[in-house]
């Protein structure tokens, strides 16, 4: 049985009403943990469990493993961090023998979705559709460039600065806005006239050190990740493609990469990954290679059931 929000009995009601009483204090607060105790009451409530104190470890890993079939992968740990909560307080109020704090230590193991890259063609299109000849087209250029060649981050992008970039080196060196890790990137040739193009010849004048700018006075640093995925949605808008964020062309490299057979340790490196388990999700967009693993059950006959 999954999870239902269903109408709390007269019990769980009181109990429910007494824990956000003395745990929360505006009603912002409220709302927020009210959805987790309300939807582990309505659990118990259509499993029978009658009493708070009757509850059991199975039940609260299987209320927990439920949850995981219904929703976000974002959203069970603010789930199970106020299940955890809640059960220290009924602990604390003598209504359960127990805190069952071991028990939150538990990895539950939750589905990834992997969102497929987008197909070369659609970039290759998005990049053609932009006229270089004006000073927006060349900063924007130069940004969608820097995305599909080096996968940064458009939170990244947006950082970029001038002391970045080393010409004689040929390489890009930022520290990364997610992870706090330096990256450098080798700086290749189409990236570097790309963003040489903008800087000596659509760049405004500006005491700023930031690379990418406002294109109207005062001309300041982009605001962020959201502003570079907007230059690259708008594009896609127009073209009549389907809504893809910048990320989508970090995922692009990463398929292309691991197609190309590059190890996943390589892969990771030039992604900035911090650990190589972020790295694998980029398999499982080698659809190609996937089939070349896949059994070739060629005379293997199927087990047919006794009672046929």
């Not at 607060?29 to 104190?53: C, E, M, P, Y």
């Not at 290749?188 to 760049?203: E, F, H, P, Q, W």
């Not at 650990?275 to 694998?280: M, S």
Request: with cysteine; proline share 5%; glycine share 8%.
């Amino acid at each position: 049985m999954g999870i239902t929000k269903t109408a709390l009995n007269k019990y769980y009601g009181v109990l429910a009403d007494q824990y956000l009483d003395e745990v929360t204090q505006t009603p912002k607060a409220r709302n927020r943990v009210s959805w987790t105790v309300k939807r582990l009451f309505s659990w118990l409530i259509a499993h029978d469990i009658n009493r708070i104190g009757d509850v059991t470890v199975a039940d609260i890993r299987q209320f927990i493993i439920d949850s995981t079939r219904i929703f976000s992968s974002k959203s069970i740990p603010n789930l199970r961090a106020g299940v955890r909560r809640f059960f220290a307080w009924s602990f604390e109020k003598g209504y359960t023998t127990s805190s069952f704090e071991g028990l939150f230590e538990f990895t539950v193991a939750m589905e990834r979705k992997i969102i497929p890259a987008p197909p070369p063609e659609e970039v290759s299109r998005v990049l053609d559709s932009i006229d270089r000849d004006t000073v927006t087209g060349k900063r924007n250029y130069a940004i969608i460039m820097l995305g599909v060649v080096t996968g940064l981050r458009a939170g990244d992008v947006a950082s970029m600065k001038l002391s970045d970039f080393d010409w004689q080196a040929g390489e890009i060196r930022i520290t990364q806005n997610k992870t706090g890790k330096p990256l450098a990137l080798p700086l290749t040739a189409d990236v570097g006239k790309a963003v040489s193009d903008y800087i000596l010849n659509a760049r405004p004048q500006s005491e700023s050190n930031y690379i990418f700018l406002t294109l109207s006075p005062p001309f300041r640093q982009l605001s962020g990740g959201t502003a570079i995925g907007g230059i690259y949605s708008m594009y896609r808008k127009r073209l009549g493609l389907s809504a893809e964020g910048f990320h989508s062309l970090r995922r692009s490299l990463g398929k292309n990469l691991v197609t190309s057979g590059a190890p996943l340790t390589t892969v990771a490196q030039v992604l900035g990954h911090t650990t190589i388990d972020y790295t694998k999700q980029y398999v499982s967009l080698d659809v190609v290679h996937l089939k070349e693993c896949a059994l070739d059950f060629t005379g293997i006959k199927p087990r047919v059931p006794a009672h046929e």
